[in-house]
């Protein structure tokens, strides 16, 4: 019986592997704008739901931009930019770039809905980050790009506010954006030092 199943396992590990070692992030300016069914978005937050939690807290709050809202997010988080930045520090080309969405299909605001009093930030950090890899796999599997990005006013309070966030220790962390590309998400990487620089088994 063993036997029978290790042709199975190995072909298990090779997809795996293929998806895991080769996910790389597309960056918007390479993805085209075709759009994803709304419904294959809700199949990869389903994926992210079930990211590891301590204590169950479940802290992954994602708000969805789809459609139209793509556009006007990208307008919206270049006003906050605008309103935000002094003068002398002020770039028009850096506007510009936050305010154009044209080739993402969706936008994800990553957050994370905080519990205190049941366990330390950093885990539940961890958590959200998780769900987040957890969708980007998904996608990756799709053929689907992503790219998770904390630039612009991503990290400010002002967006904390535009998506809502009333709890005072909630925060953002990142924006996700989904779109299909030209070329194959799966790309060769490298990683700069050796697994067995990174691991000692005690």
Known sequence: MQNELIPQLTEQQTV?????????SVPRAQMNGTKIPDDTV??????ADWAPTHKRTEPWYFVVFSGDKVQ????????LYKKHTPEEK?????????ADCSTSSHIIAIC???HSDKLPEFEEVAAVSCAVQNMWIAATALGIA????TGGMTLHPSMKEY?????EEDRVLGLFYLGYTDESPLKE???????EAKVRWA
Do not use: C, T, V
């Not at 998506?163 to 709890?167: D, K, S």
């Open 16 to 24: 795996i592997e293929q998806i895991l070692a080769h996910r790389r």
């Open 42 to 47: 809700r199949w990869l937050l389903s994926m």
């Open 72 to 79: 006007q997010f990208g307008h919206d988080h270049a006003e």
């Open 90 to 98: 002020f770039a028009q080309p850096a506007y510009e770039k936050l």
């Open 112 to 114: 994370m809905k905080r």
């Open 146 to 149: 992503g790219f998770w990005q």
């Open 163 to 167: 998506l809502e966030l009333e709890g």
């Open 189 to 195: 990487g490298k990683r700069n030092l050796p697994m």
